[in-house]
Each structure stands twice: as C-alpha cells, then as structure tokens.
C-alpha cells in the first residue's frame, strides 16, 4: 500500500485525507496544532509528529496551501519528498474529470461560481470546488458525472507539476501575498502556472488590458481568447457603452446590456466575460449563455449589496483582501462614500486605494494592522479618516457620518487576519452591525 503524508488538517487537508483513504493509500497526518479531527471520524489515517515525518518512504506529500513553502516543517520534507497541493493531486487521481479552472488575483471567486451558475441553469451538474466550497478531492470522488469549476489560488497553483486544465482563465494578475511568495515573480510565475503545460488543443481566456499578461502572451501555447472592459478585441468578449459584445471566427455579436443583469460594477462585468467565454469553449450555446447570465446574483462578501439603512445604500466587500480588488469596489459608485478599511498587512502598497478613494470619498474609518500605514496615506492625501478599535465602533462613526444618498462600502483592501478567521466572517460581523441600524 503506497504511504502518502498530508501536511496540515485544514478543508483541503480533509478532503485529502478522506479521498486518499477511500482510494487504497496508507494516509499519515501531521498537523502543528491538532492530530484528529472530528471529520475524519471513522476514516484511517494515522498522526504522527515532527519528530517522525522523515522516517517514512511517502510517496508524496499533499501540503495545505496556507503553508508557505519557507515553513521550516516543508523545507524539511522537501529535502526527500515531493510536495503537491490537492489541485495537483487532483488532475493526478481523476484524470478523466471535466474542469475549467480560473485564477487571478482578483475577481477568482465571482468567475468560477458563475461558471458553475451558467452550466447548472443549462442542465449540465457543474461544482464550484478549489478555493471555495468543500474541498476539490472528495467533491471529485463523490460526484465523478459533474463539471468542476475551480477556483485556483497562488497558494495551490505554486505546488504544481502535471495540471494541464483543458479550459483555463487568468482573470489579472496585481500585487498580492508578498508575506507568502516571498516576492512578485514568485507569485506571477505560480499564477502562470495554470497554464504552463498547455498545448494548442486547450484554451486559454485572458484579460487584454493586464499588462502582465500581455507581456506573457506569446508564452502561451493554448488558443487564447481575450476579454476587456476598455476596447475591442480580436477573438474574445468586450464591453463597448453599457453593452457586452462577442467575437469569434467573423463574428461580432452583441449578448447583452449590463443594465440587463443583476450585477454591479465593471469588475463584474469583466468575471462575467470570462465566464461567458469559457462556458461558449466548453460547448455551450450562446443564447444558453446570455439567459443564464441574466439570472446570477451578486454572491455573499462581493460587493454585496445589504441594504438601504436610512436612505444610506450599504455593501459587504469583506472579499476586498487586496487594493487592486477594493480599488474596483470604490469605482463602482459614484456618490459620497464612506468606507471601512484596513486589517491584516500583507506588505503592500496601498497609496493607489488612497487616492481612488479620495474622489468620491467622504470618510475612511480605519481599523486592523494597517492603521498606522493607512493614517499616514490619508494624511499625505488629504482624506478624511477616523481610527476605530472594532467593527462595531467603525460602523457607528460611519453611520455618524453618512447622509441620505450616500454609499457606505465595506471593502478593507486587507486580509481579515488577526480580527477576525477569514473574510467571511468579518463581512457577517459586518452585517451583523448594520442590522442595529435598520429601521
């Protein structure tokens, strides 16, 4: 029986485990902070400790992907294992799965849960699976008939050998996760991987106005298809006025009016253009398409809408982990806006998030890590700011100052660490505020 180690007991680690057990292998666990789960009641897999991870012959080890590959535990591993994330592990234990894959550094989530809304509304089982919901492995055991729509981060896309997707998008590629990569190259380079070892029977959808990857674009060995909120394209989807248009093989069709959709922001508009084009690649009609299109709603923690508190129009952004993705959140509205900011520093620079602010903005309320680095910007900018030691006191400043008309936005531009577990939670604590102010 093939001995395999899975390095950390998070939902991947899990879902690892599980799927390992159920397929033949002698599964060992080793977790920092915990040795059994309660998941994993039931299943075969054995703890061992940091003292015994060399002493075995693993086959390979499935790490979790919020371990960083400077983790003295990995670098000890990798001196005489393989170390893979469950996405590799994923293409290596069901070859014959159906996947369309979406990475970036922004907009990631949107996509791949639009992908799966479209294919589901057309009559085909499509699974949101990677970084969002339950982890990619077991979904992939349990349901072998469904098409995968995988949501890919930097993290599981940096511990890949084989992945070779069929149909595959890079939404953008910005400043992110300095902490983790260690640096910018490091993080493009893991982003690109999604593609690396694709040919030309594959396709690749891309964004024409990131620089970066434009400036890779001849790497790429897949038929790609480009889309754009700025300016027409050769092959692709484009937004031209309020209308999204759709090219290929001499044709140039207009799909439909943003105005149409129960979505905001051009942000959106551009994770729908990839969604569109990559349900078209994989065989979908386009008239299926646009109808599906028409009936997704904004998910939870994206620039989701809460509610109109005394004249005041509010929005949940928690998912704004990054300046690049909060700085398309500001530029979504333009009326007065406050907004809260600030959390977990990941060692960026967040002047650019100041200064889009700044043209509509009223007031930043400043909580989290970031404070002191977010004080300094307002004040080189000229930006109104208030600090505030929690969620519940940023949320009575702002109420203390937003006016009828006004936009008020959660979008921290901040990872949630240190306040709070995840994204998800602070945008319910969020949420969770604003209902003491309705009525």
Known sequence: ????????????????????????????TFDKNKKEVKELKGYKYSPISDDEICDFDFEFVVKSPGIPPRDEVVEKLSEKYEIISDIELSFRLFPQAKIIATTGTNGKTSTTS???????????????????????????????????????????????????????????ITEDHFDWHGSFDDYINSKLNISKRQDERDFLVINHDDPILQ??????????YEFSSQEEVNRGAYLKGSSIFFKDEGKNLKLMDVD????????????????????????????????????????EHRLEFVGDVRGVKVFNDSKGTNVDSSIKAIQSFDKPMVIIAGGYDKNIDYSPYVKEFKKHGKLMVIIGQ??????????????????????????????????????????????????????????????????????
């Open 1 to 28: 029986m093939k001995k395999v180690l899975v390095y950390g007991l998070g939902l991947t680690g899990i879902s690892a485990a599980k799927t390992l057990d159920k397929m033949g292998y002698d599964v060992y």
């Open 114 to 172: 639009m992908i799966s809304h479209i294919l589901n509304e057309s009559g085909i089982k499509a699974i949101s699976v990677g970084n969002i919901g339950e982890g990619i492995l077991w979904q992939m055991y349990e349901n072998p008939d469904a098409v995968f729509s995988c949501e890919l981060s930097s993290f599981q896309l940096h511990d890949v050998a084989t992945y070779k997707p069929h149909i595959a998008s890079i939404t953008n």
């Open 215 to 224: 400036d890779h674009k001849a790497d790429f060995k897949a038929k790609v």
């Open 260 to 299: 149409d959709l129960s979505i905001i922001g051009r942000h959106n508009y551009e994770n729908l253009m990839v969604a569109i084009l990559a349900c078209y690649l994989y065989g979908l009609s386009l008239d299926d398409i646009v109808k599906a299109s028409k009936s997704f709603k904004s998910i």
């Open 370 to 439: 970031t404070t002191d680095k977010l004080v300094r910007l307002c004040e080189a900018y000229k930006v109104n700011y208030k600090k505030a030691k929690d969620m519940e006191e940023a949320v009575k400043i702002s109420f203390d100052n937003l006016e009828e008309g006004d936009i008020f936005l959660l979008s921290p531009a901040s990872a949630s660490w240190g306040m709070y577990k995840n994204f998800e939670e602070r945008g319910r604590d969020f949420k969770e505020k604003i209902e003491k102010y309705k009525g």
